[in-house]
């Protein structure tokens, strides 16, 4: 039955019109005036009577809340109309769909549609078997790519971008036995990956009496020798010392060296090394390598494949949508885990594989939600569907990549306020997202379509609310999160909604297939990563006033306040950034400490084995001068 218009009677009579049906109760929009006021139906005249009750039989009932809405509207006019602009039009009305861009008209008449020229021009080539024989192609070309980038040198070379010697604070234990043993004056031949050079210290961390944050670990490599501290990442050490390449990785050799005195620091190749002025139990040395080949990462020229692969298939191939969305899927999904941010190196496969399935459960809803209603009217216009959704999709599947100069690494309070220039680029990320809501609204609003959107996307937002008041958890908004959650709203056929169908599914697979799918609720000791934990803090009972520099060092002792309370049971104390002291003991003997050299300690409170936050440094200068150590954890 079309709506506002009543059906014919279902009797039928030779002389007698059906009688006029009052159609108001069709209409969504509310009466003039409340049903009591409305004037009956008027029978026509006929030569036999009429049963009304055929005609009322057929009209449809009204539900209780569409009641309720007329009854309010006729009693707040102006309300109805503000809901009525909110609700949009009745019934519900697809957009017209884009035209193309490229069509020109020139002066003399002639008129030239560049989409339709180029789908003639290509036709011969969107044969199924053509496109089955690039898909055999581009799976052994992908292969081989994958199996020299990562498969040809020694699994046991690969290192991280973070590879150390040594780990932060009391990582290594008691004077460094738990990364030990070390065999000094020893070579290793490693091979690391690209884009080290951006991997950087989330929170500040401690070197002597200075600390560092957002830049790599590089500590000393100033001397003739090049010599880094041993917890120096290794990477960045070789491409600070020229060794690799930051955009191809690359090969080389350390030497470790023992108890190396006085790091000093220097800039090269973009990095700059901070300095440390005293011993330190491990160091290592770079040298090239002549025993490992096939050490450049290829992540750049596999980019350059992939992205040739799906110009093709969106230009020139130009197989069913659906097919060309599957496309995506698996070569940004791949691409992602074993080239671009794989999880480890070298890459995982039983983990990729473990979370490809999930990831392909989750496009397909994608295409159900979004996708199907978008990209077929853009396969009809090829030129402009690669630039809307090629573009995009690239940029979100490189996020790692393109978004790594904005200083958020997290979208967690302390994240934002600690970088400068993190509550900046949040306002602005904010601004950003506001702008394309409003404008989306404004689309789906056209279509009839918001309420209902408005209505799931609000019962959304209440249930993230009551997950993020559970006591002991905090909500991670994580890549695959954010996708979902906006990807709906751009099922509504314009360019922007294909670019933002592009971008959210290159971001979806670059979060799933570089970090899975991660917990939206996850614990404060999930997010700190090593961050200071908040607790209390010892005090030296030396300091600035009472520390005797007449006496030598070999007979000097240092003291610190007893425990404050039950819920610690010792003490640990770095000193030069190596623990060498565990223990209910309130004081230790500086008879071992070499004189001439400047000393740093740092205290923490201990309980169960476990160790709580440092103090920052308190530093012994070598003409006997006592620092007393900042306020703060370390």
């Keep these: 039955m079309e709506r506002g218009r009543a059906s014919e009677s279902s009797s039928t009579f030779l002389t007698c019109p059906a009688p006029d049906v009052n159609v108001q109760t069709l209409d969504y929009y509310p009466p003039t005036s409340p049903p009591e006021q409305q004037s009956k139906p008027q029978s026509t005249t006929s030569l036999q009577p009429v049963e009304v009750a055929d005609a009322e039989e057929q009209r449809p009932s009204v539900p209780w809340y569409e009641q309720r809405a007329r009854r309010f509207g006729s009693q707040h006019p102006r309300l109805s109309k503000v809901w009525h602009y909110f609700r949009g039009p009745r019934p519900k009305r697809d957009l017209a769909e884009p035209t193309p861009f490229l069509t020109f008209t020139f002066h003399s008449g002639r008129r030239i549609a560049l989409e339709s020229a180029w789908i003639r021009l290509t036709r011969r080539f969107t044969a199924p078997w053509l496109f089955c024989l690039l898909a055999i192609g ?84 100033g001397d003739e020798n090049r010599t880094y501290r041993g917890d120096t990442f290794i990477c960045a050490a070789a491409i600070q010392d020229g060794l690799i390449s930051n955009s191809k990785g690359g090969c080389a050799t350390v030497q470790v060296v023992a108890n190396f005195t006085d790091f000093l620091p220097f800039t090269a190749n973009g990095l700059t090394s901070i300095g440390f002025p005293t011993i330190f139990p491990v160091g290592f040395r770079l040298r090239p390598t002549n025993n490992l080949s096939s050490c450049s990462d290829l992540r750049n020229p596999a980019l350059a494949f992939n992205v040739l692969i799906t110009a093709l298939i969106f230009l020139v191939l130009r197989p069913r949508p659906i097919i060309a969305f599957w496309c995506l899927v698996c070569i940004g999904f791949w691409h992602v885990s074993l080239f671009s941010q794989p999880q480890s190196t070298p890459p995982p496969l039983d983990t990729a594989f473990a979370i490809f399935l999930p990831a392909l459960f989750v496009s397909y809803a994608y295409w159900r939600l979004a996708f199907r209603f978008v990209l077929p009217i ?12 090629l573009g995009p999709f690239w940029v979100g599947v490189l996020s790692n990549v393109v978004f790594d ?65 559970l006591p002991g958890l905090e909500l991670r908004l994580h890549h695959y999160i954010f996708a979902t959650a906006l990807m709906p709203g751009t ?144």
Excluded at 164 to 175: R, S, V
Excluded at 406 to 413: D, E, M, V
Excluded at 553 to 568: E, G, K, M, P
Aim: net charge neutral.
């Design 138 to 221: 581009y799976i052994i070309g992908f292969a081989f790519f994958s199996r020299t980038q990562s498969f040809l040198v020694p699994a046991e070379s690969f290192i991280g971008c973070t590879s150390t010697y040594w780990l932060a604070n009391d990582g290594c234990g008691l004077d460094g036995q738990a990364c030990g043993p070390f065999d000094f004056n020893s070579s290793f031949d490693f091979r690391c990956p690209a884009q080290c050079k951006s991997v950087i210290l989330q929170n500040p961390r401690t070197v002597g009496d200075e600390q560092t944050a957002f830049v790599p670990l590089i500590v000393g490599g």
């Design 378 to 389: 853009f396969s009809r216009m090829p030129l402009e569907g690669t630039v809307w959704y």
């Design 405 to 469: 100069k904005i200083p958020i690494s997290r979208l967690t309070a302390s994240d934002i306020t600690q970088r400068k220039g993190g509550i900046i680029a949040f306002v602005i990320i904010l601004i950003v997202l506001v702008c394309i809501a409003v404008n989306q609204v404004r689309v789906i609003r056209k279509t009839g379509w918001l309420p209902y959107y408005l209505r799931w996307y609000i019962i959304g937002g209440l249930v993230i609310l009551v997950l993020s008041q």
């Design 491 to 634: 099922a509504f056929p314009t360019r922007l909604s294909a670019i933002y169908q592009g971008l959210l599914l290159g971001i979806f697979l670059n979060g799933v297939a570089a970090f899975g799918f991660a917990s939206i609720l996850q614990t404060s000791k999930d997010l700190r990563r090593d961050a200071p934990l908040g607790s209390a803090l010892p005090s030296f009972r030396t300091n600035a006033t009472n520390y005797n520099s007449s006496v030598p060092l070999q007979n000097q002792t240092i003291f610190w306040d007893a425990l404050v309370d039950d819920s610690w049971d010792g003490f640990a104390l770095l000193i030069d950034d190596v623990e060498r002291y565990v223990g209910t003991a309130l004081n230790y003997s500086l008879a071992s400490l070499q004189t001439g050299l400047p000393h740093f300690f740092r205290l923490a409170y201990t309980s169960g084995g476990q160790t709580a936050d440092f103090t920052k440094a308190a530093t012994l200068w070598p003409n006997g001068t006592w620092v007393d150590p900042p306020p703060g954890p370390s």
